[in-house]
């Protein structure tokens, strides 16, 4: 743990590599016509949803412990995989997020001759099928591959080359250099904040993931996903973690970077006036306030 000096010393060094990455994205901006083109469409996005409520969706197990019907007309965000699981259709979302490097190098490493990989693909092509304004958010560097793959989809980029601090206060601006964070969920926060949502719900936020990371055994449905792993997934999943020396030291210290990263963001959220809450039924994450789903719901269903 950092002290004061060191604490103070780290601070100037964030700012002045932050101010670095800023300056480098604005010469991009300058040079680039499609990312200032990209940038401006982000700010049509700005308080389009202010004094509103929402509900960011995770993929964590505690999920089947809630009734997901009730969410059908409410302003909900997915990420990742949930578009090939059932409940996608229940939820019916407005927005779904691709941040999570594993699932992007599906996209760009796939096997056009893999019966599963097909339907991966088919399954996010036909998303709109379930609602024609569904809007998806994801890299702005994965974008050339991105809109090649899905020319139909209607997207948004985010440019993410900046590091994310306690002393960085102004995150959600999305027609800007924003932070690169460590977890799918912020990024969800981050956009929220941005469309002026000043009520969060988290659902399914378990942050239970790195505990399958020990052991790959039967409790994985248990502290994994809600959704199961196919042989081909979690050999593939294995693979990469044998590649890229992920073992339990590289989890736990992310995991806690991120948990670090939730209560900066939840500083962020109460900076502006809004509210984030954590409605998951079980869970690790602690940080951010826990409220009784069905309380949540509870007056509307006595009108």
């Known amino acids: 743990m950092f002290g004061r000096r060191e604490t103070a010393t780290m601070s100037v060094v964030n700012f002045i590599d932050n101010y670095k990455r800023d300056v480098q994205f604005y010469i991009k901006w300058l040079l680039r016509k499609d990312l200032r083109i990209e940038m401006s469409r982000n700010k049509t996005l700005k308080n389009v949803h202010k004094g509103k409520r929402c509900f960011i969706v995770g993929n964590g197990p505690s999920l089947k412990h809630h009734d997901l019907s ?44 893999n019966e599963d990989e097909k339907n991966k693909m088919q399954s996010i092509r036909k998303s709109l099928e379930l609602n024609s304004k569904l809007i998806y958010f994801t890299l702005y560097r994965k974008k ?83 959704y199961n792993k196919s042989e081909e997934d979690q050999e593939k999943l294995n693979k990469f973690r044998i590649e890229n020396n992920i073992d339990n030291e590289f989890c736990l210290k992310n995991f806690g970077k991120t948990f670090q990263q939730f209560k900066e963001i939840q500083n962020n959220v109460l900076s502006k006036k809004a509210k984030l809450f954590n409605a998951s039924a079980h869970g690790a994450l602690d940080m951010i306030p826990r409220v009784d789903y069905e309380k949540i719901f509870s007056n509307e269903d006595d009108v």
């Open 70 to 113: 009730k969410l059908t007309n409410e302003p909900v965000f997915t990420v990742n995989n949930m578009m090939m699981t059932d409940y996608f259709k229940i939820l019916n979302p407005n927005f779904h997020l691709f941040f999570d490097p594993n699932f992007l190098d599906f996209f760009f490493n796939q096997n056009p001759q």
């Open 144 to 226: 050339s591959t991105f809109t090649k793959l899905f020319p139909s989809l209607k997207s948004h980029y985010l440019f993410n080359n900046k590091m994310f601090t306690s002393s960085l206060k102004k995150t959600s601006t999305l027609h800007r250099n924003t932070p690169a964070f460590q977890n799918v969920i912020i990024y969800a926060i981050n956009i929220a904040l941005y469309m002026g949502f000043d009520e969060i719900y988290l659902l399914g936020v378990d942050m239970t993931g790195f505990l399958e990371h020990y052991e790959f055994n039967t409790i994985n449905d248990k502290w994994g996903h809600v």
